[in-house]
C-alpha cells in the first residue's frame, strides 16, 4: 500500500525566523515526522503551498484539487492549515475514487508538546483503512468535512 | 464512540529513575499523550500491568484476557511492549466481539523523537475504524497478530 | 546565595496563540526552566514586562532600570528581547554595586531545541561568579554591553 | 577563548538500545547541545570514555587526569557520570594551572526534560570566568569537590 502526501503549508509547518521576529511557514514538517516515527509504508511526501490557510485563493484550492485529481495514488494524505481545512475538504469531495485525508494541527511541529505528530499517525492510518472519500482527522477523530466545524475558542475540531 | 486504553507497561512506559541508574517501567504514558494532543474522543485509561513484556507470565497475558473479555467497551487500545506483543494479540483472537488494537513503541513517550505518540494516535484512529478483531498497529501499518514478526535489527514490525 | 531574575518578554518567552496565527509574549518561561533543571540556588523570579523588545519605549527602559536598581538581591539575572538587549544593558551600567546579567534567546523556550534553556544556564551561572558590573550573556558566551552586536544574519551576538 | 570538553559517559550520554530493552552509553551529546546552541566559543570535544561512572576503575580515572593534564587547553569542561563525578574530581586537584569544570547530568541529554542542556551551559559559562581549580557545576551552582555530596534521593548535589 502506497500513501501521497500534499503539504499545502497552514500552522503544521510554522517555524520561527528570529530575523522577522515571528513564525512562517517553512520546509514541509511531515516528512521528518514519518521518518522519526519509522514509518515502513511506501509513501512520497509533495508540497503543493507553502501559505497560512487564511490567505488561500480560489486559485489554490484549484491547485489542490487538480494536483489530488491527477495523482496516480488511491491514498492520500493533505497536510494544512486548520483554520480553512473544511473549506478545502469540501471542494475535493467532488472526487470519489480516492480516499482523502486531511489534518493539519494547532501548534506547529516544531513546538514541544504540538499535536502535529499525534495528528499525522492518525491521518496516515486512517488513509490506509477508510474507504474512498474525504475526511479530515483532528483531535483524534474522522469528521465528513460537511459536518465539522473549528471550535476556535476551544482549540479543537467539532461535529456538527 | 467511547475508547478503552489498557496499559501494560513495555517501553513506551518506561522512565528513567538516576537512582538506579536505568530505565523502568513508570506510570502510564498514554494519558498525558492524548491530553496534549487534545483528543475529544470520549476514553478511559486503565493500568493492569507495568512489566517488560519479556517478562509476561501467562498468568499476565489471562489478565490482559479477561479484563478486555469483561469490559464493557467495544473498541479497545491496549499499549503494550513490542517483544511479546504478538503473542498477547494472538492470545486474544478468541474474541470476536470488539475491536482491539494493540501498540507500543520502541523508545519510552518521555524520550527526544519517541514513536510513542505517533503510534497511540494510529491506534487511537484504527480502533475507531476496524471491524471487530484483532489488530497490531506499529511503524504506521496495521498487522494481522499472525502474520507479523518484530524485526529487532531494523526496529520494526514485518508482515510474513 | 540568591539571585533575582526579572523577565520582560521578548522571543524567549514568546508562545503560539492559535486563534491569532501568531506568537505572542506569554507568561515567563524562566521559572520553569530552572525548575525542570531542579536548580538549588535561592532565586526569584519576576515578570517587569511582556513585550517585544523591538517595542520598548524609554519608559520600559526606566521601569526596568528602577526595579533593578531597588532590587535588594545583589545579583540579577534579566531576560529580555534580543533585538535591544544592548541598549537596555548600556543604560544599566549606572549601577555599579550588582552583578547584572542580561540574556534571552533566539527561539521561543517553548521551541525544539531553542537556545533558551542552555543561555537561562550560562546567565544564571555567569550571575554567581562575576563581580559586579552589567554583562550580557549569549551564544554561550560574555559580553561587555558597550562592545557587542547583535549579528542578525548569523543569529548570534558578537564582540565588537 | 578556547575551551575543551572530555567527554566520559554517565547518564548524560545513555542513550536508549530497544534491542536490549534498556539504556547505555552511547555517544557524546555535548557536541549536539553546543551546536544547538549556536554556541559561538573555539571549543573542541573529545570522547574519553562510555561508561557508566559507577564502573570507573583507577586506571579509567588516572586516564582522565593524564588527558587533562596533557591537554593544551587552560580551560577544560568533563561531562561525567553524577554517582563518582566528586571522586574524579578531588582526584584532579593536584593540577593547580587550569581551570576544570565538572558536569553531568541526572536524566540523559536524549530524555524530555533533560538537565542536561542547562548544565553544560553552566559549565561552558564556569569554564571561562572561574580562576584555575576544580569545580563540580550541577543543580544551577558551583561546588568545591571537597565539599559536595550527591543527595540521591532528592536528585541533587549539596555543599558540605
Not at 38 to 47: G, I, M
Not at 54 to 64: G, N, P, V, Y
Not at 131 to 137: D, E, H, N
Not at 147 to 158: G, S, T, W
Amino acid at each position: 500500500m502506497k500513501i501521497k502526501i500534499f503539504t499545502t503549508g497552514g500552522t503544521i509547518d510554522k517555524i520561527y525566523f528570529d530575523q522577522k521576529s515571528t513564525y512562517q511557514v517553512g520546509d514541509p514538517q511531515a516528512k521528518g515526522v514519518l521518518e522519526r516515527a519509522n514509518v515502513v509504508l511506501e509513501y512520497e511526501v509533495e508540497s503543493l503551498l507553502k501559505k497560512d490557510s487564511l490567505d488561500f485563493t480560489a486559485e489554490d484550492r484549484e491547485l489542490i484539487n487538480s494536483r489530488v485529481e491527477a495523482s496516480s495514488f488511491d491514498r492520500v494524505v493533505i497536510t494544512h492549515g486548520t483554520d480553512t481545512m473544511a473549506a478545502t475538504a469540501k471542494a475535493l469531495t467532488n472526487q470519489t475514487d480516492k480516499t482523502i485525508v486531511m489534518t493539519g494541527s494547532m501548534y506547529p511541529a516544531q513546538y514541544r508538546d504540538s499535536d502535529a505528530v499525534f495528528n499525522i499517525g492518525c491521518a496516515v492510518t486512517a488513509a490506509q483503512i477508510l474507504p474512498p472519500g474525504v475526511y479530515i482527522v483532528m483531535n483524534g477523530r474522522i469528521f465528513d468535512p460537511h459536518h465539522v466545524v473549528k471550535n476556535v475558542a476551544m482549540n479543537r475540531f467539532e461535529q456538527v
